[in-house]
């Protein structure tokens, strides 16, 4: 079974400065995605942005971006100039793509991230 | 495009009581995910269902929990005999049939249980 890990709980982080949240996952398999979910106070997950394991290239979504160490099981989140909007809870989460297994998401258990002035 | 819908957003049930759970997946998604959120914890998984088809239900206690999706109507997930371990976010999520990069999951704004 997969397992994905984000061992900050808490970060914070200055209006403007950038942050990066880590998370590690264990799987054997190949071919999988890997996403990092927002959860602000409304509790709505939003996604952020998405990694194919495939692609050596790592994903950017405009000031977000990530750091994918596939042989490490690495995937941390970059969030570049820092917005007081950017405070919530950050999930990283493991998707197979393997043919005949079932769609499911695993989640690490998050990290809030707080925003200061 | 509306998203996916969840209702009711806050739930309180009585011990003993049954809970049912709502959600209308996004236009044009016919896979839908339930998941729970116990306080200060991540999503878990419970199960997996395309219209008429439960996919995969490995993350779903064996008893007092079931789930449809119908083919006409939202998916419901129903919580019989509640208990206060029960009390937690249940998420909905939707996704397009196709497989591969395109398989994005969606997420309602979930339903709080609060079981008294």
């Known amino acids: 079974a997969q397992t994905v890990t984000q061992s900050q709980p808490e970060m914070s982080v200055q209006e403007a400065e950038t942050v990066t949240l880590s998370c590690t996952y264990d799987?054997?398999?190949?071919?999988?995605?890997l996403f990092w979910y927002k959860q602000p106070p409304s509790r709505q997950m939003i996604l952020v942005i998405r990694?194919?394991?495939?692609?050596?290239q790592n994903a950017t979504e405009n000031r977000f971006s990530v750091n994918f160490q596939k042989a490490a099981k690495s995937f941390s989140l970059k969030i570049s100039d820092s917005q007081l909007g950017d405070a919530a809870m950050y999930f990283c989460a493991y998707r197979s793509a393997e043919a005949g297994t079932a769609s499911k998401l695993t989640f690490g258990t998050g990290t809030r991230l707080q925003v200061t002035l | 495009n509306a998203g996916v819908m969840q209702n009711p957003r806050h739930l309180v049930r009585r011990r003993g009581q049954e809970a049912r759970l709502r959600c209308s997946p996004m236009k044009g998604h016919s896979h839908v995910y339930w998941y729970r959120q116990l306080p200060e914890e991540g999503l878990k998984f419970m199960v997996y269902l395309q219209k008429e088809n439960i996919i995969d239900e490995s993350g779903m206690p064996k008893e007092r929990f079931s789930a449809e999706f119908p083919k006409e109507g939202p998916s419901i997930l129903r919580i019989q005999q509640v208990v206060r371990g029960d009390s937690a976010a249940y998420f909905c999520?939707?996704?397009?049939?196709?497989?591969?990069?395109?398989?994005?999951?969606?997420f309602g704004a979930g339903t709080r249980l609060s079981v008294l």
């Open positions: 999520a939707s996704s397009p049939p196709s497989r591969g990069a395109k398989n994005i999951q969606y």
């Open positions: 799987t054997s398999e190949s071919d999988y995605y």
């Open positions: 990694q194919e394991a495939y692609k050596q």
